[in-house]
């Protein structure tokens, strides 16, 4: 079955202390894509990948940071989390950019106390 | 921002009766899509409307497009409790490497 796969789905942490939430696709997009949404806000990227090891900034990348050294595994990395930082994640995933849609992963809720 | 903008914020309907949302966005586009949100779930892709098309359709729903007034909406006719969740739409504006998306429609479909 064709889908985006986020783990972990719910996470409690505390200030400070690093963290990495895992997505991958398995359909052999090479578009991916982290959003984070709050209450109000909608959905804003966050980072970007266009293709292996080919990543760019979103609209809100402070704190986070990516990799993309296969194609089917984009990874979120939170260094330093921080309570601001407390929000629904979302992986995505697309074939090409343009004139495509996105798969989404399940979401994953963070926490940060 | 180039962020759509969902209108109404919410809505609530009777199961059988039609529902439009509308979003308005700043500069032009490329294509526009709506998404489909169940309740903290991840978005589900409904349509994909490209700048030069005016109207779309894809079962019960409708999408329209206005590049003029940069605006689109969509229309689900004889709604379903089913229907229940929040509706985004996304652009991808010339230009730009990634989809905007707007804060979204909450519908709410009443059995």
């Known amino acids: 079955e064709a889908q985006v796969t986020q783990n972990p789905r719910y996470l409690i942490t505390v200030t400070g202390k690093k963290l990495t939430v895992t997505c991958s696709q398995n359909?052999?997009?090479?578009?991916m894509s982290w959003y984070r949404q709050d209450p109000g806000l909608g959905l804003r990227q966050i980072y970007y990948?266009?293709?292996?090891?080919?990543?760019d900034k979103g609209d809100v990348p402070e704190g986070y940071k990516v990799s993309r050294k296969e194609k089917r595994n984009f990874p979120l990395i939170l260094e330093s989390p921080s309570p601001n930082q407390t929000s629904l994640y979302f992986c995505?995933?697309?074939?090409?950019?343009?004139?495509?849609?996105?798969?989404f992963g399940s979401g994953t809720q963070l926490s940060v106390l | 921002s180039q962020q759509g903008e969902e209108d109404p914020q919410a809505l609530s309907i009777q199961e059988g009766e039609n529902a439009t949302m509308n979003c308005s966005y700043k500069?032009?586009?490329?294509?526009l899509q709506w998404y489909r949100q169940n309740s903290g779930r991840g978005l589900v892709h409904l349509i994909l409307i490209r700048s030069n098309e005016r109207e779309k359709h894809s079962g019960r729903l409708r999408v329209t497009l206005d590049t003029s007034k940069k605006s689109s909406s969509l229309l689900i006719t004889a709604s379903r409790a089913a229907d229940t969740a929040s509706y985004f739409c996304a652009t991808d504006a010339t230009g730009a490497n990634n989809l905007f998306f707007g804060t979204g429609t909450r519908l709410t479909v009443i059995p």
């Open positions: 995505a995933s697309s074939a090409l950019y343009r004139d495509e849609k996105l798969f």
């Open positions: 500069t032009s586009i490329n294509n």
């Open positions: 359909m052999n997009h090479e578009y």
């Open positions: 990948s266009m293709n292996v090891e080919v990543t």
